[in-house]
C-alpha cells in the first residue's frame, strides 16, 4: 500500500464553513494531484502540482485552491463550503519522471458533505 | 475528445466463477492503460500498467489485455474470491503533456456472491 495520507477521512459540516482537506506523501514524489469523484462517475482532475510552489487548476472547475509549500503537503481547502461541494476528494502522487507509466499512488480519500 | 469508456457497469457473479470486464478508448496520443481496483470508500489501487509495445499482462488471477490497433483492453478475473467485490477502473495516460494525463472511465462495479 502506497505512503499517502488523507485526512480526515470522512466530514460532514454547515453551508459556509471553511475547510481544508489534507494530503501527504512520504514516498519523496514530487508531482501530487487532487481528484473529485461522484458515485458511479469517473475521477476528475482539479488541482495538480509539479513541486514545491507550482500549483496548477484541472480539467473540472473547482472553487478550492491548493498550496505546495512543502513536497510532502499538498492541502486543499475550500473558503466557504456550499451543498454542490459534497464528494469524494482523492490525493495521488507521482515521480517526476516523463516516463512511459507515470504511476499514480492514491490516497484514501476524503468522503465531505456540505449539508 | 479523449474518453474512456467501460462495459459493463455492473456485474454479480458467483464466488469461484471467472469473468471479464471491457474497456474502449479514444485517448491519443497514447502512452499506458492501466487498471485500477477501487474498494467502497478507499482510493484505487493499481493492478495492471501497460504500455503501447505490451498486449498482455497478469497480476496473480488478475490478466490485463491491450490491443492499441482497436483501441480496447480487457481485465479478466480468474476464480473470483468475495474480496474481487469493487469497481474497477480503466484508466489511460496519454504522452501529449509532461503531466502525463490520465482519463479515467467511470469502472465496471463486481460483486461476487458466495
Known amino acids: 500500500e502506497a505512503d499517502i495520507y488523507q485526512t480526515p477521512r470522512y466530514l460532514v459540516i454547515g453551508t459556509g464553513k471553511k475547510i481544508t482537506l489534507e494530503c501527504s506523501q512520504t514516498?519523496?514524489?514530487?508531482?501530487m494531484y487532487w481528484y473529485q469523484q461522484d458515485p458511479g462517475m469517473e475521477l476528475h482532475l482539479i488541482h495538480y502540482?509539479?513541486?514545491?510552489?507550482?500549483?496548477e487548476k484541472g480539467d473540472l472547475s473547482s472553487e478550492s485552491t491548493v498550496s505546495r509549500i512543502r513536497t510532502e503537503h499538498f492541502p486543499l481547502t475550500l473558503e466557504s463550503a456550499r451543498p454542490s461541494h459534497t464528494s469524494q476528494y482523492l490525493c495521488?502522487?507521482?515521480?517526476?519522471?516523463?516516463?512511459?507509466?507515470?504511476?499514480?499512488?492514491f490516497g484514501p480519500g476524503t468522503r465531505l458533505t456540505v449539508l | 475528445k479523449n474518453q474512456v469508456e467501460q462495459s459493463p457497469q455492473s456485474l454479480i457473479i458467483l464466488e469461484g466463477k471467472n469473468c471479464t470486464l471491457q474497456?474502449?478508448?479514444?485517448?491519443?496520443?497514447?502512452?499506458?492503460l492501466r487498471w485500477y481496483k477501487q474498494d467502497t470508500g478507499r482510493g484505487p489501487v493499481s493492478l495492471t500498467i501497460?504500455?503501447?509495445?505490451?498486449n498482455t499482462k497478469s497480476n496473480g488471477r488478475y490478466t490485463a489485455t491491450l490491443d492499441a490497433d482497436t483501441k480496447q483492453s480487457s481485465l479478466h478475473i480468474t476464480a473470483s474470491q468475495l474480496s474481487d467485490s469493487a469497481s474497477y477502473i480503466c484508466?489511460?495516460?496519454?504522452?501529449?503533456?509532461?503531466?502525463?494525463?490520465?482519463?479515467f472511465g467511470r469502472g465496471t462495479q463486481l460483486t461476487v456472491w458466495p
Open positions: 495521488a502522487s507521482s515521480v517526476n519522471e516523463r516516463d512511459s507509466y507515470n504511476e499514480q499512488f
Open positions: 514516498m519523496g514524489h514530487d508531482k
Open positions: 502540482s509539479y513541486g514545491v510552489n507550482s500549483t
Open positions: 474497456c474502449n478508448y479514444t485517448v491519443s496520443p497514447f502512452s499506458n
Open positions: 501497460m504500455t503501447f509495445s505490451e
Open positions: 484508466v489511460v495516460g496519454d504522452r501529449g503533456s509532461t503531466l502525463g494525463r490520465l482519463y
